[in-house]
């Protein structure tokens, strides 16, 4: 049985849901709110927060870095192709750890809003067939991994490269900062 913390103007209409799928759901005050915001990692970690985008079933994902002062370390927006929601998810991740073995850095944070693939990397059984060498080659380089997740609101940079991510063909990896995301940087922080 889940347990759902709700406010309560939504908690009228969860009746329904909860009735059919047995969930259990709670009231909360207003003040039980807090700000969600991107969290500098602790050295000597990078923080790589990941997020994907679905447009007419083709899938993309973006992905920026950043060390323990938030200062901006690269990014990237790749097209995926056609795969369902959590195999992107958790191909994003391992293009994320491909990237940070490339750049010889030993310590990653990953941070996503897929809870689905937090469980995945728990139980690699779950990783598809044809991406596990890929996601074992990741671990093989001496890399300690940390895999978190972030609401959607504190991921808006990451977002925005995903939604870039459909208007290139294959991969971008940028070294600077474009105008294009730099508002969700900063706000992200």
């Keep these: 049985m889940f347990i759902l913390s709700i406010s309560f103007p939504i908690l009228i209409h969860f009746h329904i849901?909860?009735?059919l799928y047995h969930i259990m759901c709670t009231k909360r005050a207003l003040k039980d709110f807090e700000m969600i915001i991107w969290k500098p990692p602790t050295l000597p970690c990078i923080k790589v927060n990941t997020d994907e985008s679905?447009?007419?079933?083709?899938?993309?994902?973006?992905?920026?870095f950043r060390d323990q002062s938030g200062v901006f370390m690269g990014c990237l927006s790749a097209s995926l192709g056609d795969y369902s929601v959590l195999k992107a998810e958790i191909m994003g991740f391992i293009i994320a750890m491909?990237?940070?073995?490339?750049?010889?850095?030993r310590f990653i944070w990953i941070e996503g809003d897929s809870i689905g693939v937090l469980l995945a990397f728990s139980k690699p059984s779950m990783i598809p067939i044809r991406w596990r060498n890929r996601w074992h080659s990741c671990f093989s380089h001496s890399m300690r991994a940390i895999f978190s997740h972030i609401f959607h609101e504190g991921n808006g940079c990451a977002n925005e490269l995903a939604s870039h991510g459909h208007s290139v063909s294959d991969t971008v990896w940028w070294d600077v900062m474009y105008v294009f995301f730099r508002g969700y940087f900063f706000r992200d922080k």
């Design 98 to 105: 491909e990237i940070v073995a490339r750049h010889h850095w």
């Design 54 to 64: 679905l447009q007419n079933s083709n899938v993309a994902c973006g992905e920026i």
């Design 17 to 19: 849901i909860s009735y």
